[in-house]
């Protein structure tokens, strides 16, 4: 499971949420670093593993593959392709409610064009931020 989008989103924060629902596995009681802001906290893919009924599964965290003010190294990138193969992966694309611009519109086909295959065929999307919506979300 690779968690993919823009940084601020609540990526590694809703990464921390799925490992709290098993086990860590390797040791590990670390979670992902998680805090407020105004840079990017994650710059490199980070990957825990969680027992969850008794099935392994891979959690990664990623950075921001399009910030603007830091380029993302390739290798970052080629990181991810290898946790995330076609037709072996899930990926949540974690969106924060209410800020749906022109980049997060254009952000699965700038992640497809980086991943190189078709990611919206094994996406969900996750928002975020849900505290901060007046009203219901069908009107959202």
Wanted: glycine content about 10%; hydrophobic content about 35%; proline content about 3%.
């Amino acid at each position: 499971m690779v968690l993919l989008g823009k940084s601020g989103t609540g990526k590694s924060a809703s990464a921390n949420t799925i490992l709290t629902a098993g086990k860590l596995i390797g040791g590990s009681n670390q979670h992902f670093q998680s805090y407020p802001s105004s840079t990017p906290v994650t710059t490199r893919c980070e990957v825990k593993i969680v027992e969850i009924f008794g099935i392994p599964v891979r959690v990664v965290d990623t950075p921001d593959f399009f910030y603007e003010e830091e380029h993302v190294n390739q290798a970052q990138v080629e990181e991810c392709k290898r946790y995330c193969q076609e037709g072996h992966c899930v990926t949540l694309l974690v969106m924060q409610l209410g800020r749906f611009t022109d980049g997060e519109r254009n952000i699965l086909e700038k992640l497809e064009k980086s991943l190189g295959w078709r990611i919206r065929d094994s996406t969900i999307i996750l928002f975020t931020h849900g505290e901060d919506l007046k009203g219901s979300y069908e009107v959202f």
